[in-house]
Structures are given as C-alpha cells and as structure tokens.
C-alpha cells in the first residue's frame, strides 16, 4: 500500500485541487465593497474607506469626531 496523502502534503500544487471550487469567490469578492465611513456631521464630506477590518475607525481631521458607517443604498 502506498500513502498517498503523505505525497500530497510535500506538493504545494496539491493545494490547487480543493482550492477549484472557490475560483467563483475571487469574482464575487468584488461585490464586498470596503466599507465607506463618513464624518456624522452632515454638512462634512470627509469620507473613508475601510480596507481592512484591522484599521481603526479614523476621526475626522475637522470635527474631531469618530466617522460613521455610511450605509449605502444599492
Ligand atoms: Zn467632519
């Protein structure tokens, strides 16, 4: 008998077989877009885009205060 698997794990091309049926999530990913955050205050079009959940929310350069989700409507 031969082990097969212990084979595969040496290989990195192994990764591509099960990696096959989440090609269609690289194209779907384009539909999340980074969050858009906005100061609150209404007349302020300080604007920012959170690309990564590891930033931190910034506060506006103007008003001093912490930007807010900006909830779009699609
Ligand atoms: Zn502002």
Redesign the pocket.
């Known amino acids: 008998m031969v082990i097969a698997s212990s084979a595969e794990q040496n290989h990195p091309g192994a990764a591509q077989l099960p990696n096959d049926s989440y090609t269609p999530l690289v194209g779907s990913e384009s539909r999340v877009e980074s969050p858009r955050y906005r100061?609150?205050?209404a007349s302020?079009h300080?604007t920012w885009y959170r690309h990564s959940s590891d930033e931190d929310i910034p506060h506006?350069?103007?008003?001093d205060?912490v930007m807010i989700r900006d909830s779009k409507v699609h």
């Open positions: 100061c609150p205050v302020c300080q506006c350069p103007i008003h205060v």
